[in-house]
T-cell receptor
C-alpha cells in the first residue's frame, strides 16, 4: 500500500514569493492533516479536513496561508507571500477517519531566503 | 495548557546500550500517550501507545509505561541497534484517539557500532 505522498520534497524561494505544497493521502483515507514543523520542534497542526471540509483551521494563519482539498482526495497548502519565518518542514498526514491512527508523509522542507 | 516535554538530544549511545528517553506531560483530563519515530528522510511513524494509567505500550523492543502519578511516559529499550538511530517524538491526545496530537520537541538518538 502506498503511503502519503508529498511534493516537492524541498523548495527554496525568495521572500514575498508564493509557494504551494501538494499532498496525496493514502487511498480511502477521509481525514487529512497539514502540520508545521519548525527546526528542533515537534509538529503543530495547521488544518484538518474531513473529506472536502476544513473542520479545524484554528491554527492556520489565514492572512497568508490557504489550503484546499478538492474532491476530498489530494490537498494543496499555499503561502502567499512567504516570509523568512516560514522556513520549516510542512507535513501532511491522513487517517481513515477522525480519531484513527495518522500516517505521515515525508514532508516538504521550505527555505525562504 | 496541554504540553509535552522531552529530554534534549542528541542522545549518543554505543550499540547494545540501554536507552531511556524521558517524556513528561501536562494535560487537563486523561490523555492518550504516544511515541512516534522519524527515520532520516521518512515521515513520522507510530512506535507505541498507551491509553490509560499503568498501561504499557511496546513495539520493536521499545517500551513505555503510562505513569499518571509522575505524568510521565519514558521510552526505554534494553539493547539499541544502529538502525534505531532516528528522532523520537512523545505526543499526547486528549480526544481519546489520534486527534489533536500535541508533540514534544523530539529527541535525536545516534547509535554507533
Amino acid at each position: 500500500e502506498a503511503g502519503v505522498v508529498q511534493s516537492p520534497r524541498y523548495k527554496i524561494i525568495e521572500k514575498k514569493q508564493p509557494v504551494a505544497f501538494w499532498c496525496n493521502p493514502i487511498s480511502g483515507h477521509n481525514t487529512l492533516y497539514w502540520y508545521l514543523q519548525n527546526l528542533g520542534q515537534g509538529p503543530e497542526l495547521l488544518i484538518r479536513y474531513e473529506n472536502e471540509e476544513a473542520v479545524d483551521d484554528s491554527q492556520l494563519p489565514k492572512d497568508r496561508f490557504s489550503a484546499e482539498r478538492l474532491k476530498g482526495v489530494d490537498s494543496t497548502l499555499k503561502i502567499q507571500p512567504a516570509e523568512l519565518g516560514d522556513s520549516a518542514v510542512y507535513l501532511c498526514a491522513s487517517s481513515s477517519r477522525t480519531g484513527a491512527e495518522q500516517y505521515f508523509g515525508p514532508g516538504t522542507r521550505l527555505t525562504v531566503t | 495548557g496541554n504540553s509535552v516535554t522531552q529530554m534534549e538530544g542528541p542522545v549518543t549511545l554505543s550499540e547494545e546500550a540501554f536507552l531511556t528517553i524521558n517524556c513528561t506531560y501536562t494535560a487537563t483530563g486523561y490523555p492518550s500517550l504516544f511515541w512516534y519515530v522519524q527515520y532520516p528522510g521518512e515521515g513520522l511513524q507510530l512506535l507505541l501507545k498507551a491509553t490509560k494509567a499503568d498501561d504499557k505500550g511496546s513495539n520493536k523492543g521499545f517500551e513505555a509505561t503510562y505513569r499518571k502519578e509522575t505524568t510521565s511516559f519514558h521510552l526505554e529499550k534494553g539493547s539499541v541497534q544502529v538502525s534505531d538511530s532516528a528522532v523520537y517524538f512523545c505526543a499526547l491526545s486528549l480526544s481519546g484517539g489520534y486527534n489533536k496530537l500535541i508533540f514534544g520537541a523530539g529527541t535525536r538518538l545516534a547509535v554507533h557500532p
